[in-house]
């Protein structure tokens, strides 16, 4: 490829760390690129929750822009941020190979008492209502910001005991350390740990996708994607989805919870992986089926926030 491919992407440190991931692919296959850095909305208003923005894609639209405007040739996103509605003239042209798609707990201290009255910190609706299904007795406050923001705001209130990251962020900017829980029950964001690269429709990047793209990883995260569509919500809602692949099959869990994580409803399913195509439309139906009733529920106490 004869042309310098601009890649765009947020300025925060992992942003940056998952450009330069593109950029580093790119030229070990004789494709080079510089980097286009863009404030997003999400960025820069700090103080209001994410679902209080009031738009999706906070992570995303400037990118968006950028690419339509043809300031850039590709954006580099983390996937769980892109909405699951695309501008009629973008796509998602590749998704890297999926890290660790984990949620962590890092604590301050020695050790940690889940049976006291915790303090922790999230700014996301899906982790704050797991953690008082699991915890009612704890109290959640709000946190927003990139990662090392938010590590920052962790030791800066005294009262907090910890807060709640994605591990795969944390990892990539050698920021994990040793102060940390793996949250097994905790159920992802869907497509929590995969990084996406988009593409205006028009433009012929091929190249580009066949040397990015991981097909298990796009198969899967299409799948928690898909399910996450067919449910109606948005990437700030309480809704929980992981995928992977063993063999020949496909094994899905999805979630959703009310806000306050007194309701929940977990769906567990499997399927060959010549079948897979729509087997994310496929579990939202079958838990909308049963649970609609705290799918209003969840879409009301939203709209309340």
């Known amino acids: 490829m004869d042309r310098i491919i601009k890649i765009g992407t947020r300025a925060s440190e992992l942003a940056m760390y998952q450009a330069n991931l593109v950029a580093s692919i790119l030229l070990k296959n004789n494709i080079k690129s510089e980097i286009v850095k863009i404030d997003s909305e999400g ?55 999926r890290a660790d798609s984990k949620d962590i707990l890092k ?10 009255d915790l303090v922790i910190g999230t700014g996301s609706i899906r982790r704050k209502a797991q953690w008082l299904n699991k915890f009612p007795n704890h109290t959640i406050e709000g946190l927003r910001g990139n990662v090392n923001t938010r590590l920052k705001k962790i030791d800066s209130n005294s009262h907090w005991k910890g807060a709640i990251f994605a591990k795969a962020g944390l ?7 040793e102060n940390y829980i793996d949250l097994d029950w ?22 580009i996708r066949n040397v990015l793209n991981h097909r298990p990883t796009e198969i899967c995260t299409t799948i928690e994607r898909d399910f996450m569509n067919a449910i109606q919500a948005g990437c700030s809602s309480p809704v929980g989805a992981i995928t992977t692949i063993d063999k020949n099959e496909v094994h899905f869990t999805g979630l959703l919870i009310s806000l306050d994580g007194k309701q929940k409803a977990v769906l567990n399913k499997t399927i060959k992986l010549d079948d897979s195509k729509g087997f994310g439309v496929t579990c939202a139906n079958e838990i909308k089926g049963s649970h609609q009733q705290l799918i209003n529920d969840i879409k009301l106490d939203l709209n309340n926030l």
Request: without cysteine; aromatic residues 6%; glycine residues 6%.
């Open 43 to 97: 960025d820069l208003d700090l103080i209001q929750p994410i679902y209080k923005l009031g738009f999706s894609g906070v992570f995303t639209k400037s990118l968006d822009t950028a690419l339509i405007n043809k300031k850039i040739d590709i954006a580099v996103h983390s996937l769980k941020d892109v909405p699951t509605d695309l501008a009629e003239s973008i796509q998602n042209l590749a998704v890297l190979e």
């Open 107 to 116: 604590y301050k201290g020695d050790k940690i008492d889940f049976s006291a």
């Open 171 to 177: 990892k990539r900017i050698d920021l994990l350390g």
């Open 186 to 207: 905790m159920i992802p964001a869907p497509a929590q740990g995969a990084i996406a690269v988009a593409s205006r429709i028009d433009d012929d990047l091929n190249e």
